[in-house]
Nanobody, 112 residues
Framework: EVQLVESGGGLVQPGGSLRLSCAAS????????MNWVRQVPGKGVEWVSY????????SYADTVKGRFTISRDNAKNTLSLQMNSLKPEDTAVYYC?????RGQGTQVTVSS
């Protein structure tokens, strides 16, 4: 059974930083591409970032490019998202995904 557990969210002021983590289990993490997506209640899911199985290929939504960095540690089955220069519009629940599976999410709130 695929299990994804996100953590690291919280309340931060505009311009601040947060680092999200996703602990993965139940599948071959080192062979799986991973994504971060986010969702504001009442709105659709927005794709944020992608990373290939070996970490060499990464891509970002235009809305976060240059501010967010995705990374992974295949030895620890962990996916991360470093978020810098946060803006109020980054407020959302953030999820890591593997295929159609996602975790429970972690809330990120950017507000002064």
């Amino acid at each position: 059974e695929v299990q994804l557990v996100e953590s690291g969210g919280g309340l931060v002021q505009p311009g601040g930083s947060l680092r999200l983590s996703c602990a993965a289990s139940g599948f071959n993490f080192s062979s799986s591409a991973m994504n971060w997506v986010r969702q504001v209640p009442g709105k659709g899911v927005e794709w944020v970032s992608y990373i290939g199985s070996d970490g060499r290929i990464r891509s970002y939504a235009d809305t976060v490019k240059g501010r967010f960095t995705i990374s992974r540690d295949n030895a620890k089955n962990t996916l991360s998202l470093q978020m810098n220069s946060l803006k109020p519009e980054d407020t959302a629940v953030y999820y890591c995904t593997e295929g159609a599976s996602r975790g429970q999410g972690t809330q990120v709130t950017v507000s002064s």
